[in-house]
């Protein structure tokens, strides 16, 4: 499957923004669709899931603030952020796979990645 991520671009402290991810070219509903994200310097961080049964899971960094939701006739999954800090900043990257539950942040386990959009939360 192929994704492609969007929505991506620069918000004020506080500010919200939806990003989008795109599938192509695969069973979309028979994945786990996952947003990861990447600030300079740091390690990826697992930032959100959404499994085939709609059942989501969140970084505890996230928690309260972003809600990931998919589209299965759209073959797109969203990641709504709000009340954004500087710390959100980063590369955000959707990612495609069948992880199981224990594992769901491990990014090994994933299949697909799309390619990374720029979030900026200015301060």
């Known amino acids: 499957v192929q994704l492609q991520a969007s929505g991506g671009g620069l918000v004020q402290t506080g500010g919200s923004l939806r990003l989008s991810c795109e599938a192509s070219?695969?069973?979309?509903?028979?994945?786990?669709m996952s947003w990861f994200r990447q600030a300079p310097g740091k390690e990826r961080e697992f930032v959100a899931s959404?499994?085939?049964?709609?059942?989501?899971h969140y970084g505890d960094s996230v928690k309260g603030r972003f809600t990931i939701h998919r589209d299965n006739a759209k073959n797109t999954v969203y990641l709504q952020m709000t009340s954004l800090k500087p710390e959100d900043t980063a590369v955000y990257s959707c990612?495609?796979?069948?992880?199981?539950?224990?594992?769901?942040?491990?990014?090994?386990?994933?299949?697909?990645w799309g390619r990374g959009t720029l979030v900026t939360v200015s301060s």
């Open positions: 070219g695969g069973a979309f509903n028979t994945y786990t």
């Open positions: 990612a495609a796979g069948r992880p199981i539950l224990s594992a769901i942040s491990n990014p090994a386990l994933y299949y697909s």
């Open positions: 959404i499994r085939q049964t709609r059942t989501s």
